[in-house]
């Protein structure tokens, strides 16, 4: 589709992501708006660019390196991401993914902890699992919103959701 310069986003939007070594790519491809709300979820794309590539297609056909909900409106509001493109979304991204919890509380001298169990949540319900298999840690994401800093943190070091340990 062709390139675009419009500041609101739509799903289906491509939206460019200027990092310390270049600019990186997420593909908009769910808004999530029941209670609780968590807005855009994104799906970051491989690679990343000395300049915009002219077309996107072949980009967004790739597996996304990780997902994630992201407050996306108002990073574009204020100009620190921007729209670039229209996309179709992927049949192998349609679905919302299956996102996985943990249970944790800081205590009162601010420590963290982290129960052993963990929830499943597939953006309508939510089940508890007592742990999770090396191929849950692999298919299912976070489900964390980060600000712009963490995202672009994550992007240039190459960061990718089994990267998180499974009691985080």
Not at 23 to 37: F, G, Q, S
Not at 66 to 76: E, M, N, R
Request: hydrophobic residues 35%; positive net charge.
């Amino acid at each position: 589709m062709p390139l675009t310069t419009r500041k609101r986003p739509r799903i289906g939007d491509v939206i460019e992501i200027p990092t310390p070594k270049g600019l990186a790519y997420a593909h908009y491809t769910h808004k999530h708006d029941e209670p609780p709300r968590y807005g855009a979820l994104i799906r970051v794309l491989p690679g990343i660019f000395p300049k915009r590539p002219a077309d996107f297609v072949a980009l967004v056909l790739q597996p996304p390196v990780f997902s994630t909900f992201f407050p996306l409106g108002a990073a574009c509001n204020r100009k620190i991401f921007s729209v670039v493109a229209a996309e179709d979304i992927p049949r192998h991204t349609r679905d919302l993914p299956t996102f996985r919890n943990c249970s944790w509380y800081r205590d009162r001298d601010g420590q963290l902890h982290v129960s052993s169990c963990h929830w499943l949540w597939d953006g309508h319900r939510q089940w508890r699992v007592e742990s999770l298999s090396a191929e849950q840690l692999r298919e299912y994401p976070p489900r964390t919103i980060p600000n712009d800093i963490l995202l672009i943190e994550r992007i240039i070091s190459g960061w990718k959701h089994q990267d998180d340990p499974p009691n985080a």
